[in-house]
């Protein structure tokens, strides 16, 4: 009797055989039930349920060995559930079950990372990465192919499928562990051969100020994209990217980088790059230049900056990193824009000079350190002088409005346009000096050139003005001595 007796209370031992939701599980609804399956249900005693560290007990129902109750409205996040009850039974005193779940109702973010977001794949098989919720299942269909994977503890997945060369419609879905999921679908092209590119090799110095380059780029599956640059611009070409010509002329003398890919509709990109140095000419004045450029061209920039005080480096043919300085802090002088190279503006005013003697009233215009021209001029009357000193042209004007200085002598006077009766005449050349300008006069006053008649300009026959106008720049130095 007693080993049937044992017998029976082994049998009979209560305990809570199931649980739902179940243990460390993930639902997507905000309000649900809890269902606790107990053996021995309606033989225990103290039956005590909490739901949150709050007693749900009250509210549970019980049928047969089932005990159920109802959630209110959830938050998303861990909900915990404890059971317990004591029990008559020699083998368990005390039941008792601990466990939680997590409500999860938010839809999971899908992120394609690289190419594979605008459908362009350039791997074999076809990888589709990126990050989503962590530990979700990722499944990617297209092509009559299916694959699937898992995503890691941070959220990032990775998951390969054979898809075919070519275009495929790819639905990529992602499913949390509560459910919620999230799905894409792409236009997808699969092209994992890159495409070849061919371009002429240039030489390491080039001899001429332009370049012609002929560029041959193929793909598999189609004409690849294909895009030039130089010197960090974007250029045109003409013709396929099959047969393409790209061709330049007066490039600056100086160091210069091209670069050219071709991609496709994988996203594989080919890439050519090449540096050359341009040294077309050692004649000072020819053609532009930047770092990089070297010869006698170089030694004479490197002499007429330190002639302007603006460099104290080697003569060396060698337009480095001290010659860029000398040539921005010129520029800085004389109001140009200021990026160390010697273009066009800069070039002209390194190029030639004006030089005003006071002493004997002629403005004298000289290019690459010879006389070009000399005209007879008039400067400042004895109370209004001219006054010394290095200056720059800063404004160029043709027929230009004359406007009332702020000076005495032109309180009372109104603006005068353009015409026979101009002051300024038909060509205005304003100077860095304040107020100061070359220009030409009106005929009436074409008597007073050759003497100190004006009120601080240099004034010159029309007809000299209009000559000089033609022979100069805005960037050009104007000296002016007595």
């Known amino acids: 009797m007693l080993a049937a007796l044992a017998g029976w209370q082994v049998l009979a031992v209560p305990r809570v055989s199931a649980v739902t939701p179940g243990p460390d599980s993930y639902v997507k609804n905000h309000s649900l039930t809890v269902v606790l399956n107990v053996k021995g249900l309606p033989r225990l005693n103290g039956v005590r349920v909490t739901f949150d560290g709050g007693d749900v007990t009250g509210k549970a129902t019980r049928s047969g060995d089932k005990l159920t109750f109802t959630t209110g409205d959830l938050s998303d996040g861990a909900h915990a559930v404890s059971f317990n009850a004591t029990s008559s039974n020699l083998f368990r005193h005390e039941v008792r079950k601990d466990w939680r779940f997590t409500v999860d109702t938010s839809v999971p973010k899908l992120v394609l990372a690289g190419s594979a977001d605008e459908g362009r794949i350039n791997t074999s098989p076809a990888t589709f990465s990126g990050t989503t919720e962590p530990y979700s299942t990722i499944t990617v269909s297209g092509g009559g192919v299916r694959a699937s994977g898992q995503a890691d503890a941070s959220g990032k997945y990775a998951v390969s499928a054979n898809l075919p060369d070519g275009p495929s419609n790819v639905i990529i879905t992602t499913a949390d562990r509560a459910g919620n999921s999230t799905t894409k679908r792409l236009r997808a092209y699969v092209d994992a051969s890159p495409p070849t590119l061919k371009t002429t090799q240039l030489s390491k110095t080039i001899k001429n100020s332009g370049l012609k380059v002929r560029i041959k780029a193929l793909d598999q599956l189609g004409e690849p994209k294909l895009k030039l640059v130089l010197d960090g611009e974007a250029r045109k070409y003409s013709g396929p990217p099959s047969h393409a010509v790209f061709a330049v002329k007066n490039l600056a003398q100086g160091r210069h980088a091209m670069v050219i890919t071709a991609s496709d509709k994988g996203g594989n990109v080919v890439t050519s790059k090449q540096t050359f140095v341009v040294n077309s000419t050692e004649h000072f004045g020819s053609a532009a230049m930047w770092p990089g450029a070297r010869g006698k061209d170089?030694?004479?920039?490197?002499?007429?900056?330190?002639?302007?005080?603006?460099?104290?480096?080697?003569?060396?043919?060698?337009?480095?990193?001290?010659?860029?300085?000398?040539?921005?802090?010129?520029?800085?002088?004389?109001?140009?824009?200021?990026?160390?190279?010697?273009?066009?503006?800069?070039?002209?005013?390194?190029?030639?000079q004006i030089v005003v003697d006071l002493g004997d009233l002629h403005l004298y215009l000289y290019r690459d350190g010879k006389l070009v021209r000399s005209y007879p001029v008039a400067v400042g009357q004895p109370a209004y002088p001219t006054p010394t000193g290095t200056y720059v042209i800063v404004n160029m004007q043709m027929d230009p409005t004359w406007l009332p200085p702020n000076s005495d002598w032109a309180k009372d006077a109104t603006p005068i346009p353009p015409g026979v009766d101009n002051p300024l005449g038909t060509r205005w050349m304003g100077t860095s000096a304040s107020g100061v300008g070359i220009h030409g006069v009106p005929p009436s006053e074409e008597g007073t050139i050759g003497s100190y008649a004006s009120h601080g300009c240099i004034r010159m026959h029309n007809v000299d003005a209009i000559d000089l106008f033609e022979r100069i720049v805005v960037g050009m130095p104007v000296i002016i001595r007595q």
Not at 314 to 338: E, I, L, W
């Open 298 to 352: 170089v030694k004479v920039l490197q002499k007429r900056l330190a002639a302007a005080g603006v460099y104290d480096g080697p003569k060396n043919g060698t337009y480095d990193d001290r010659t860029v300085t000398g040539v921005k802090k010129f520029q800085a002088k004389f109001g140009m824009p200021v990026d160390g190279l010697v273009g066009t503006m800069a070039l002209n005013a390194l190029s030639g």
